[in-house]
Structures are given as structure tokens and as C-alpha cells.
């Protein structure tokens, strides 16, 4: 339907994340039927992220200036280092706005079946950063997978000789989350971490 | 994060239906993360697109040919013409492949309480196309709505005078459906209009 220049533009809208073909094709027909106000737009904001963005060459968040904005704010705490996977993962503890200090951004975790080694990583950077000095911790903001945890494993023992204090994320109960819908494992680690109660 | 022309993308694909905040973030970061392979080709895909794709002048489709690969092709019986609300609702009956007619979009429904009379839609250019002759039979596929059900009504009293065959789709248990979470009405529309079981 609606000719092959249709076809691709949902073939592509269908390819994002959370998109599918019947979505796909509901966008595409919303911004088809509002060329001016709403396709012409997102094809400029395209071509504009593509053309301005690149990746911070300090801490590997993605933004349109380099270094990014969070490593060239001169009110961030640049004595921690907050260690992510993605720049998603960045974003995520920005939204949260509770993280004062600079980030590094790996770009994916080590993984001894999928063949990924440090060199595959934003890995070596960290540890020159840090060798730099002027960092006293390094917190390591990981997923609770199999190769998240060996990640933090293989970067706690790097770092223990350059005198930075590692830390990484505690695990618990989400907040607002419903015990029965939890795994066994969370549970045990909100478990052995229990607290005062106030 | 990422600058305005990431906040800017952002925005505007959370607009998108079936998009949100949330989901318009990760896509946009999937997009970023493969700038030549994925942010390019949907850039020039909405721009060819938005060139291309017209409002096909005899059936209202989009297309990027007037008159659209529907209204053109010899093969389409040109003496039943569905008439629908609008283009998804002719993709979702292509996708099924049961009409071998044309089609006629009106863009809507007649709709008293949103101010929505005949000349906002496209039906007198309908009623044209049948004045014209050749037309055997009018097939209303529009929704089982109040304002849906007001313009069929309003479109048979128009064509009664025409001597042309109007028919509405039945109405009954969706394929596949569950009985107990239909509503009423479509449970009382499909017991009146029972059909001896094979």
C-alpha cells in the first residue's frame, strides 16, 4: 500500500526499539498524512543528530559537543567516576539526577562466550583516567548479569592498585515494587542488605 | 542529555503513536549508535516519502501515484467501491485481502457534537463517482461507532436514489475472539445475526 517509498519508510520505522509492523505502519501513516508539521521536522531532527552528535572523547556519552556537556561542567564532582555499560544506562541515573560526578561509558560488558576482552571495550581510557589522577571513586553502576559482575570483577582488580575507592550500586526492592513479582536472587540480596528500620 | 538536537529527536519521535517518553529515548539512542546505517536511510526515507506520497484524487488513498496502484489497476472490479474512514482502515482491508473493488476514504465521520458536516469530508466527490455510473454496489466499512453508524445512515439516504446495492460489513465475534471479553453489543449483534453451523 501507498508505493514503495511507504514500504521503506515503515521497514525502517518497524526496526526501532518498542516499534513493530502494525505500529510502523501507524506512524507512517500519521506523519504521511501531516507531511509539513510533523515528517519534514523529524527528517531535519535526523539529519541534524547525525550530523552534530558524536561520541565525548573523554567519558564516550553521545552528545553534540565534545567534550560532552557533563564532562565540561565545571560544577560536576570530577574526583568520582561513575562506571556504565550505555550511554542509556547514563541517562538513566541523569534522569534520576542524583549522580554529582563524571561518568565512563564501556560500551558493552566483558563477555567470555559472546568473545568480548577489555580491548573490545571503553576499558583501557577508564584505567588512563584515572592513572591521570585526581579521582578518589570510581563507582561501578553495572547490570546484576553474569557478565556485568565479571566486568566489575575484572575492573575492581585493576583499579585496587591505583589507590581509588570502588563502590558499586546496592541491589534491593525497587522502589514502589510489589514483592511476589520479584526473583529469588534480588530478594536475597535486599535480604542480607536489610537496614535499620526507621 | 545529548545536546538540544537529541532533546529535539527525542521529542518529536515520542509523538509518534505507540511511542512515548521512555521508548522515543531508546530509539533515539538506538538511531545515534548507528548513524550511517540507521539514522541516515530513515532521514532519507521520510524526505523521498513526503516528495513522493499524494492523496490519490479519485479514492483519497495516499499513494505516490495519482491515481493510486488501487484506482489504476485493470484488474480491481471498478463496480464496487468500499467506502472507509480512513487510509488505515484500506491498508487493513488490503492486508486481508478480501476486497477486489476499489475504495473511497472520507477522511472521517459526519459528527454533530465535533461540527463535522458533509462538506468537511470527501463525500460529494463519492457520490460524483457514482453519478458517473458503473457503480453496482457501495460497501460501507466504517466503524461500529455513533458517529460511524450517523454517516453510513446519511450515505444510504444519499444513495438510495442512485439505484446502487449499499451493504455495511456484519458485525459479530472477532477470529480468534474470546466470548467473555466482548461487550454487549457486539455479543447481541452476533446472536441476531446466527448463522446454521456446518
Keep these: 500500500m501507498g508505493g514503495p517509498e511507504v514500504e521503506r519508510l515503515i521497514g525502517l520505522l518497524a526496526k526501532l526499539p518498542g516499534m513493530g509492523p502494525r505500529s510502523a505502519?501507524?506512524?507512517?501513516?500519521?506523519?504521511l498524512q501531516e507531511p509539513e508539521t510533523r515528517m519534514a521536522p523529524l527528517a531535519a531532527a535526523l539529519e541534524e543528530a547525525a550530523r552534530m552528535?558524536?561520541?565525548c572523547s573523554l567519558c564516550g556519552n553521545l552528545d553534540s559537543q565534545d567534550p560532552c556537556a557533563i564532562c565540561?561542567?565545571?560544577?560536576?564532582?570530577?574526583?568520582?567516576?561513575?562506571?556504565?555499560?550505555?550511554?542509556?544506562?547514563?541517562?538513566a541515573l541523569e534522569r534520576a539526577g542524583v549522580h554529582r560526578g563524571l561518568y565512563h561509558v564501556l560500551g558493552g560488558t566483558l563477555s567470555a562466550l559472546g568473545g568480548v576482552g577489555p580491548d573490545d571495550l571503553n576499558l583501557r581510557p577508564l584505567l588512563a583516567r584515572i592513572e591521570a589522577g585526581?579521582?578518589?571513586?570510581?563507582?561501578?553502576?553495572?547490570?546484576?548479569?553474569?557478565?556485568?559482575?565479571?566486568?566489575?570483577?575484572?575492573?575492581?582488580?585493576r583499579l585496587r592498585p591505583l589507590r581509588v575507592v570502588v563502590t558499586r550500586l546496592a541491589h534491593g526492592v525497587p522502589i514502589g515494587g510489589a514483592l511476589d513479582v520479584l526473583d529469588e536472587g534480588t530478594l536475597a540480596a535486599a535480604l542480607r542488605a536489610r537496614r535499620p528500620a526507621q
Tied chains: 1, 2.
Excluded: N
Design 134 to 157: 585526581g579521582v578518589a571513586e570510581v563507582i561501578l553502576a553495572l547490570g546484576a548479569t553474569v557478565d556485568g559482575a565479571a566486568t566489575a570483577h575484572w575492573l575492581s582488580d
Design 53 to 55: 552528535v558524536r561520541r
Design 25 to 31: 505502519r501507524r506512524a507512517a501513516l500519521r506523519l
Design 72 to 91: 565540561a561542567d565545571p560544577h560536576r564532582d570530577r574526583s568520582t567516576i561513575c562506571v556504565v555499560e550505555g550511554v542509556s544506562d547514563l541517562w
